[in-house]
């Protein structure tokens, strides 16, 4: 199985911050990773497809990069509604492995 | 609009079974890949299986291998996930989920059925 993993764990940050976090695959990926955002008692919510396709209705301040094996999500300005909890995911083979998740918190 | 409501969570005992039900609103249920997913208490996400749109394709995580079945009624815009010999591990909240085609990310996600395994 593809091991995904993400850092860090959890972060403070304010808002207006610009925010990154890293999601590595065990593996070559290609472009394949997905991004989710995740609030408290929240089903998910796919944020970016494909490693830096924006989903639908997800405001421009997301970005997502990377290929291959070290990918990274990019909230350009924080804003209060971006408090939650991130996942990502390998969509290049099954089972379909997510990443722990990082925590982002208010400073 | 797309909608996802899952159902036939509750309490089992272990050893016992579960059949988790999805039904699908707003889109052509059979042109998509279906996906169940859950998420222990203050865990993670945890990807469990997917069905191809006339369930052609099939896969499971190692977890669930041998004890969950996922299916699909195309008629009834309907998923469904079968869990036998339940444990207290298998304790979450299971989502199903649009989505599963390579390359493409599960782009909506129903509320979560809460399953608890406990004698």
């Known amino acids: 199985d593809i091991q995904m993993t993400q850092s860090p764990s959890s972060l403070s940050a304010s808002v207006g911050d610009r925010v990154t976090i890293t999601c590595r695959a065990s593996?070559?990926?290609?472009?394949?990773l997905n991004w989710y955002q995740q609030k408290s008692g929240k089903a998910p919510k796919l944020l970016i497809y494909?490693?830096?396709s924006l989903q639908s209705g997800v405001p421009a301040r997301f970005s997502g990069g990377g290929s291959g094996t070290d990918f990274t999500l990019t909230i350009s300005s924080l804003q209060p509604e971006d408090f939650a909890t991130y996942y990502c995911?390998?969509?290049?083979?099954?089972?379909?492995?997510f990443g722990q998740g990082t925590k982002v918190e208010i400073k | 609009q797309v909608q996802l409501v899952e159902s036939g969570g509750g309490l089992v005992k272990p050893g016992g079974s579960l059949r988790l039900s999805c039904a699908a609103s707003?889109?052509?249920?059979?042109?998509?890949?279906m996906t169940w997913i859950r998420q222990a208490p203050g865990k993670g996400l945890e990807w469990l299986s997917y069905?191809?749109?006339?369930?052609?394709?099939?896969h499971y995580a190692d977890s669930v291998k041998g004890r969950f079945t996922i299916s699909r009624d195309n008629a009834n815009n309907s998923l469904y996930l079968q869990m036998n010999s339940l444990r207290a591990d298998d304790t979450a909240v299971y989502y199903c989920?649009?989505?599963?085609?390579?390359?493409?990310?599960?782009?909506?996600w129903g509320q979560g059925t809460l399953v608890t395994v406990s004698s």
């Open positions: 989920a649009r989505g599963g085609a390579p390359g493409w990310g599960d782009d909506n």
């Open positions: 707003g889109f052509t249920f059979s042109d998509f890949y």
């Open positions: 069905i191809s749109g006339r369930a052609t394709t099939i």
């Open positions: 593996q070559s990926i290609s472009s394949y």
């Open positions: 494909g490693a830096s």
């Open positions: 995911q390998q969509s290049y083979t099954s089972p379909r492995t």
